[in-house]
C-alpha cells in the first residue's frame, strides 16, 4: 500500500470514530500500537490471564521480529510488571 493512501484512511478513521476532534496530543500509528498493547496487557492482568504468557502474542500482533522487543510495554504498565514478579 502506498504511504500516502495508509497516512489519509488512518486520519479518516479518526476522525470518524471520534478521536480527532478530542486528543490534544495527535494520535499517530506509534500511539495507538503503544495503546493497544498497554490496553491488551493490562486487560490481560484484570482477567487473570498469565501477562508474560500472553507477550508473544501481542508480539505476534505488533509483528515484533523478537518477543523481547514486546516487553518494554510491561514496562508501562506496572501491573502487569508487578503480576509478572509475584509469578517468579
Not at 506509534?30 to 484484570?46: I, N, P, S, V
Amino acid at each position: 500500500m502506498l504511504h500516502q493512501y495508509v497516512h489519509r484512511v488512518f486520519w479518516r478513521l479518526l476522525r470518524e470514530i471520534g478521536l480527532r476532534r478530542q486528543v490534544i496530543v495527535p494520535a499517530t500509528r506509534a500511539r495507538l500500537r503503544h495503546r493497544f498493547a498497554t490496553r491488551t496487557l493490562l486487560d490481560c492482568y484484570r482477567e487473570g490471564k498469565d501477562v508474560e504468557q500472553q507477550l508473544p502474542v501481542i508480539s505476534t500482533y505488533l509483528r515484533h521480529a523478537c518477543v523481547r522487543d514486546t516487553y518494554r510495554y510491561q514496562s508501562t504498565c506496572p501491573r502487569c510488571a508487578v503480576s509478572i514478579g509475584n509469578r517468579r
